[in-house]
């Protein structure tokens, strides 16, 4: 009786945050009153209105595409957080000894200080580092400022690519090794809901590349048409 009981309680949860972004504490927020805080209720009013989500990602009238970009990002890395948290107990160093998306696809760990060349990791082990990596970036005003006037660096779309391609693999393991237990806990629509924003998003700024996109690429083709 527990498990099941537990699992629609994770299902409501999921639930809620897609409603109403209240239930999950996001790893950042946009303080009220900032051209990002409006520009993130603008993005979800649009994205809980059921407008069509191809339209969703279009860059509103006379906004800067960097503030854009950023909203979206911490959007999807709460988001994308959240989704792995429903599943996280299923997905263990025993059952996923490696990061990976299917026998096609295996992801290796490098940042430079701690991990300096490719290395093969578990992928509880690998996510945990990639939402650590993700958040640090976010939090460093050197590469998203948070006062006005500030400008964004040289190099902030090229890590701003290299965030969501590592979150697309987030996705990538998710779908491919746990949809037993999203199914399980009827997270499936919402999950859905939250890839195919995702996938519009960054295909409409070319944000990640192709081949990245390829170990999805049929689910992708049959949710976004």
Same mark, same amino acid.
């Given at each position: 009786m527990g498990e099941p009981r537990h699992q629609s309680k994770m299902a !409501?949860?999921? $639930?809620s945050f897609f409603q109403r972004d209240k239930t999950f504490k996001p790893k950042k927020k946009f303080e *009220?009153?900032?051209l990002r805080?409006? %520009? #993130?209720k603008h993005a979800n009013a649009s994205l809980h209105a059921g407008i069509d989500l191809k339209h969703v990602v279009k860059l509103p009238p006379d906004e800067d595409l960097n503030d854009w970009? $950023? &909203? #979206? &990002?911490?959007? @999807? @890395?709460?988001?994308i957080n959240l989704i792995y948290g429903t599943v996280c107990e299923f997905c263990t160093e025993q059952s996923? *000894?490696? !990061? +990976?998306g299917g026998p096609k696809y295996e992801y290796h760990w490098c940042d430079g200080s701690q991990y300096k060349k490719p290395t093969a990791l578990p992928a509880p082990?690998?996510? $945990? %580092?990639?939402?650590d990596w993700v958040e640090a970036q976010i939090n460093n005003e050197n590469i998203f400022p948070v006062k006005v006037g500030t400008s964004f660096p040289k190099n902030y779309? +090229? &890590?701003?690519?290299?965030?969501?391609t590592r979150l697309f693999r987030v996705f990538v393991h998710v779908y491919i090794h746990h949809f037993d237990k999203l199914l399980a806990i009827g997270a499936e629509a919402h999950v859905n809901t939250c890839y195919k924003h995702f996938y519009y998003f960054v295909t409409e700024y070319n944000l990640v590349e192709k081949k990245e996109l390829e170990p999805l690429k049929e689910m992708t083709e049959r949710l976004c048409h």
């Open positions: !409501m949860n999921l $639930a *009220p009153g900032t805080y409006n %520009l #993130h970009i $950023a &909203v #979206h &990002v911490v959007d @999807f @890395f709460n988001r996923c *000894p490696t !990061m +990976s082990v690998y996510i $945990a %580092l990639l939402m779309m +090229s &890590v701003c690519k290299k965030m969501l």
